[in-house]
Nanobody, 122 residues
Framework: VQLQASGGGLVQTGGSLRLSCAASGRPYSSHIIGWFRQAPGKEREFVAG????????YYAERKEGRFAISRDRAKNTVYLDMNSLEPEDTAVYYCARSVQFGSTQATDFRSWGQGTLVTVSS
């Protein structure tokens, strides 16, 4: 299963964006789809994850509330809704898959596609 992120763009502070992560095929029931982001000069950090089978979610500390992850099984797509965006949210956002629910480590994830750039202007 290959994943591809899209939906990034330029938004003003306080704005919203919806990112999409499209799977080339149907993810397995054991898959966890996660969103990560990487800002210039910084390490890749976990944002949110969701279990493909039952839609159970988990978030990085302080991300829940402004960010919401969801999935559409019919479209083989996972979404990341981002609200009240801040300049600090500027980064390339990636999606990837794992089989370890609760993991926030990039090394536990596979099938990284090209990311999508989110730029939040002040």
């Amino acid at each position: 299963v290959q994943l591809q992120a899209s939906g990034g763009g330029l938004v003003q502070t306080g704005g919203s964006l919806r990112l999409s992560c499209a799977a080339s095929g149907r993810p397995y029931s054991s898959h966890i789809i996660g969103w990560f982001r990487q800002a210039p000069g910084k390490e890749r950090e976990f944002v949110a994850g969701i279990s493909w089978s039952v839609g159970r979610t988990y978030y990085a500390e302080r991300k829940e509330g402004r960010f919401a992850i969801s999935r559409d099984r019919a479209k083989n797509t996972v979404y990341l809704d981002m609200n009240s965006l801040e300049p600090e949210d500027t980064a390339v956002y990636y999606c990837a898959r794992s089989v370890q629910f609760g993991s926030t480590q990039a090394t536990d994830f596979r099938s990284w596609g090209q990311g999508t750039l989110v730029t939040v202007s002040s």
